[in-house]
Structure formats: C-alpha cells, structure tokens
Nanobody
C-alpha cells in the first residue's frame, strides 16, 4: 500500500523558514501528483500547494504564493515544501497527499501530518 510520512515540522519564529519532507513508499512515486495541505485548530483542511508527476508544474494557494515552494525528487521518492517568511497564521498540521490527477482536491493517499508552529 502506498504510504506517506511527513517530517520537518517544528517551532519557528515569524519570518523564519522550514522545509517539510514527505517520503513515499509502497508504490511508484512518479505515477502520482503530490500535494500539501494544512489544517489549523478549529478550521477545515485547506490546500497549500501541488506538483505534477515530474515536478514540472506547480500550483499554490494564494496565502502562500511567493513564500512556499513545492518540489519533488522522484529518485528519492520524496516531495518537499520549502516555507519562507513564515507567519503565525501558517501555524497548522501539514499533510502531504498523493493522487492520480494534478489537482487541488482529488487525492487518494494521505500522510499523518507534521505540526508547524510559528510564534510571533
């Protein structure tokens, strides 16, 4: 079964940076588009960023555009989310997801998440 495991979360001050990683196993990583989502306390899960199977295309939610960068290394079966200029409102549990289609919502496999906390 295709599995995803996130890492790299933590506590950072506003204006700082973090890089999240998501390692995949149990399937052919390059067959999947990959996405990052987040869920803040008391809020619904929201789309953050997506990349297609090759990494040649990417799409970002407006709140993170220009600050976050999604990338992938198919040789390492890993997708990354580089986050810069972090704000307290970026505090959330971040999840990676895999799907057959490059989209903002249609994903079949999910990781368990990694906590990101941005202090003011």
């Amino acid at each position: 079964q295709f599995q995803l495991v996130e890492s790299g979360g933590g506590l950072v001050q506003a204006g700082g940076s973090l890089r999240l990683s998501c390692a995949a196993s149990g399937g052919t990583f390059s067959n999947y588009a990959m996405g990052w989502f987040r869920q803040a306390p008391g809020k619904e899960r929201e789309f953050v960023a997506a990349t297609n199977w090759s990494g040649g295309r990417s799409y970002y939610a407006d709140p993170v555009k220009g600050r976050f960068t999604i990338s992938r290394d198919n040789a390492l079966n890993t997708v990354y989310l580089q986050m810069a200029s972090l704000k307290p409102e970026d505090t959330a549990v971040y999840y990676c997801a895999a799907g057959r289609a490059y989209s903002t919502s249609k994903y079949d496999y999910w990781g368990r998440g990694t906590q990101v906390t941005v202090s003011s």
